[in-house]
C-alpha cells in the first residue's frame, strides 16, 4: 500500500510532537528541581559539576555506613537504592541561627530523653519508654545522610534539646523548618514539634504532655483527619492566664503527605507584623494574621450578651401560628386507618387454610440430660411445614392491605402570618468586663529548648535537619543542602510514567476509563483522518455468488412473471380477434346498404343487365365478408 503525501505528513507531526513533549518534560524536571532547591544556574552547575567529578567522589556501602559513620567529614558516598552518584556534604548553616541538628555525627549527646511520666496516663502506660534511634532512610537514602527515627508503636515518646540561644520575640521574624518522612505510612499519630518555654524550672528529664511551650508546629493524623498544626500559646494581660490559638486549616489537601512515604520539608514563618506562614516543600499551604485567623481568637469581643439579661414572658417570636379561623371539614375522619383491606383479593387456589405454617420437626430427639423439672416439658423444634411446600400458603388466608383512599390523617389548622411576632429574642449587650485588645500578640514567651513529645500507632517516622534562625534565606539554603538532595534521589528512583499510571489505576480502578478514551480517542482520530484513502481506481469489483435460498427465490420470481405475462398475452389477442370479428360484421352490413341504395336508383333499368349485376353482386358479397375476416385474422 502506498502512503500519500498527507499520510507522512501526521507522521512526521506526531513525531515532532513526542520529541517535544520529551524535552519539555525534561525542561520541567530541571527547573522544578533548581526552582525547588533555590539554586540559581552557576549553584547548580557547580553541584553537577561535584556529582561527575569521579576524583572527589568516593564509593560508601550501607555496611561500611552502619559500622563506620564518617558523615561528619563530609565525605561523599553512593547507595544500591540510588540510580545514580551523589555527593553529600553535612549542611552547615549560612548565617545567624539558635538552632541547627543534622545527626549526621550518629550521636544523641546534644539530646536528652524523658525520664518522667505522663500526666493524665494510667501507670501502664504513662512511661515515656519509646526508643529513638539514629538512621538512614529505609528508602531513597543518600549516602552519609541520617536521621531522627521513632522506633517503638503504641507507646509514649519525648526527647528535647536546648537551643544554642534562647529566642525573644522582638523585631526579627521566626523560621522553624525541619524535615519528617512517615517511612511505614501513619495510622494515628503526629509528628509535630515544641518550642518550650523559656522558664527557670525546665527540666528537659521531666519534659512531658504538661510541660509549658510557646509554639507547636507540625503534621498530625487521626483517622481521616489529616492536620497541620500550629498552635501558640498567649498570655492574658489582664489575668495572666495562658490560652491554646489554633490556625485555621491548611488549604490544599494534606493527605499526599503522609502516604507517599517521601521526607517532606515543613517551615513556619512568624513576622513581626503579626503575619504568618506554614510551608510544605517550600510550597505556601495556609497563611494570615495572629490577630484574625486564630481559633479562639487573640482578642476577645468588646461587648458580650448581658447574662443577667431575660427574655420577657410575653415575648411572641412564633412567625407562624394556626388559623384561628380555620374549621374542621364535616367529612374529615381523623379515624379512619392509614391501610384497609384489600376488597378485590382472592384467596389463592389450593391454599392450606388447616395445615400450619410450622410443625414440630419429627426427626428430633430429646437430649438425653434433658430435665423436665428442671427444664421444663420438651418440645421439639419447630421447622417449616412440609406440606406448604408446593402450596400458595398455609394458615388463616387474610386480605392483603392497601392504603386507604379516605384517610386524611389528623387534621390540623393551616399557618398563617403571627400578627403579635416580634422577632427571635436576644439578649441585650454589655460592655466585657474580660475585653482586653493586644495588638501584637507576635511578642510571645520566650523559647529556649525544643522537644518532641509523641505517641503513635506506627513506628519508624523519620526526622532530620531542625533549624531555627530568623532569616529565610539561610532556611532556604539549608534546605538546598539537605532536603534538596533527598528531593533528587527520591525523584531518580521513582517509578516511569507508566507504572505510576498502573499503580494509581490500582487504587482507583475508574480511571482505566480515563486511560481508554485518552489512548483510544487520539489514536481513533488520527487513523480516521491521516489513513491513506484508495482512489476508485484500486478498487477491484468481484462477482459474489448469491446464497442458494436467494437464487431459487428469485427463480421462482421469473416463473410467476413469465406466467403473468403469457396470460396477459392471451388475452389482449382474444380481445384483438373478438374486436376485429365485429368490425368486419359491421363494415358488411355498411355494404350491404349501399348496394340496396344503388339497386333502388338503377331501378327500371336493363333486367338483363340487372341480373347480371346482381349475380356479380351476389359473388362479390358473398366472397368479400371471407377476404375480410382472413384478412383480419
Not at 533548581?34 to 572527589?56: F, I, N, P, S, W
Not at 480515563?514 to 489512548?519: D, N
Request: net charge negative; proline share 7%.
Amino acid at each position: 500500500m502506498k502512503l500519500d503525501r498527507g499520510w507522512m505528513w501526521c507522521v512526521l507531526l506526531l513525531t515532532s510532537l513526542a520529541v517535544a513533549a520529551q524535552e519539555k518534560q525534561l525542561e520541567v524536571d530541571v527547573s522544578d528541581v533548581d526552582e525547588d532547591m533555590d539554586l540559581d544556574e552557576e549553584e547548580l552547575k557547580v553541584l553537577m559539576a561535584e556529582e561527575e567529578d569521579e576524583d572527589e567522589e568516593a564509593t560508601v556501602n550501607d555496611e561500611d555506613l552502619s559500622d563506620e559513620p564518617d558523615t561528619a567529614s563530609g565525605k561523599a558516598g553512593t547507595d544500591a537504592n540510588v540510580s545514580f552518584q551523589v555527593t553529600y556534604k553535612t549542611p552547615v548553616p549560612t548565617g545567624d541561627v539558635y538552632f541547627a541538628e543534622t545527626f549526621d555525627d550518629g550521636s544523641l549527646d546534644r539530646w536528652q530523653l524523658s525520664k518522667t511520666v505522663k500526666g493524665d496516663a494510667d501507670d501502664d502506660v504513662a512511661k515515656y519508654d519509646g526508643k529513638w534511634a539514629v538512621e538512614q532512610l529505609k528508602e531513597n537514602k543518600v549516602p552519609g545522610d541520617q536521621g531522627l527515627v521513632l522506633k517503638s508503636r503504641a507507646k509514649h515518646h519525648a526527647i528535647a534539646a536546648m537551643l544554642d540561644k534562647p529566642f525573644v520575640f522582638q523585631d526579627e521574624p521566626l523560621v522553624l523548618q525541619y524535615e519528617v518522612n512517615f517511612q511505614d505510612g501513619i495510622d494515628c499519630g503526629g509528628a509535630y514539634i515544641k518550642l518550650l518555654s523559656a522558664t527557670d524550672n525546665l527540666n528537659l528529664e521531666q519534659f512531658q504532655d504538661r510541660t509549658p511551650y510557646t509554639i507547636m508546629f507540625g503534621p498530625d493524623k487521626c483517622g481521616e483527619d489529616y492536620k497541620l498544626h500550629f498552635i501558640f500559646r498567649h498570655q492574658n494581660p489582664l489575668n495572666k492566664d495562658l490560652e491554646e490559638k489554633h490556625a485555621k486549616r491548611a488549604d490544599v489537601d494534606l493527605k499526599k503527605f503522609y502516604t507517599d512515604k517521601k521526607t517532606h520539608l515543613y517551615t513556619l514563618v512568624l513576622n513581626p507584623d503579626n503575619s504568618y506562614e506554614m510551608l510544605i516543600d517550600q510550597s505556601s499551604v495556609s497563611r494570615g494574621s495572629l490577630l484574625h485567623d486564630m481559633v479562639p481568637p487573640v482578642n476577645p469581643p468588646k461587648e458580650i450578651d448581658d447574662p443577667n439579661d431575660s427574655k420577657p414572658e410575653d415575648w411572641d417570636e412564633r412567625a407562624k401560628i394556626p388559623d384561628p379561623e380555620a374549621v374542621k371539614p364535616d367529612d374529615w375522619d381523623e379515624d379512619a386507618p392509614a391501610k384497609i383491606d384489600d376488597p378485590d383479593a382472592l384467596k389463592p387456589e389450593g391454599w392450606l387454610d388447616d395445615e400450619p405454617e410450622f410443625v414440630p420437626d419429627p426427626n428430633a430427639d430429646k437430649p438425653e440430660d434433658w430435665d423436665e423439672e428442671m427444664d421444663g416439658e420438651w418440645e421439639a423444634p419447630q421447622i417449616p411445614n412440609p406440606a406448604c411446600e408446593t402450596a400458595p400458603g398455609c394458615g388463616e388466608w387474610k386480605r392483603p392491605k392497601i392504603n386507604n383512599p379516605q384517610y386524611k390523617g389528623k387534621w390540623k389548622a393551616p399557618l398563617v402570618d403571627n400578627p403579635n411576632y416580634q422577632g427571635v429574642w436576644k439578649p441585650r449587650k454589655t460592655d466585657n468586663p474580660d475585653y482586653f485588645e493586644d495588638l501584637q500578640p507576635f511578642r510571645m514567651t520566650p523559647f529556649s529548648a525544643v522537644g518532641l513529645e509523641l505517641w503513635s500507632m506506627t513506628s519508624d517516622i523519620y526526622f532530620d535537619n531542625f533549624i531555627i534562625t530568623s532569616h529565610k534565606e539561610v532556611a532556604d539554603r539549608w534546605a538546598a543542602d539537605s532536603w534538596g538532595l533527598k528531593k533528587l534521589v527520591a525523584s531518580a528512583n521513582e517509578p516511569g510514567i507508566f507504572a505510576q499510571l498502573m499503580m494509581a489505576a490500582e487504587e482507583r480502578p475508574w480511571l482505566w476509563v480515563i486511560y481508554i478514551l485518552t489512548v483510544g480517542l487520539p489514536v481513533g482520530l488520527a487513523v480516521l483522518f491521516c489513513w491513506p484513502k484508495k482512489s476508485d481506481d484500486d478498487y477491484v469489483y468481484k462477482k459474489v455468488d448469491l446464497p442458494q435460498a436467494v437464487v431459487e427465490e428469485e427463480e421462482e420470481e421469473d416463473e410467476e412473471e413469465e406466467e403473468e405475462a403469457a396470460a396477459d398475452e392471451e388475452d389482449k389477442a382474444a380481445e384483438a380477434t373478438e374486436g376485429a370479428t365485429a368490425a368486419a360484421t359491421e363494415e358488411a352490413e355498411e355494404e350491404e346498404e349501399e348496394e340496396e341504395e344503388e339497386e333502388e336508383a338503377d331501378a327500371g333499368g336493363d333486367n338483363l343487365e340487372g341480373d347480371d349485376d346482381e349475380e356479380e353482386d351476389g359473388e362479390e358479397e358473398s366472397k368479400a365478408p371471407e377476404r375480410t375476416l382472413e384478412d383480419e385474422v
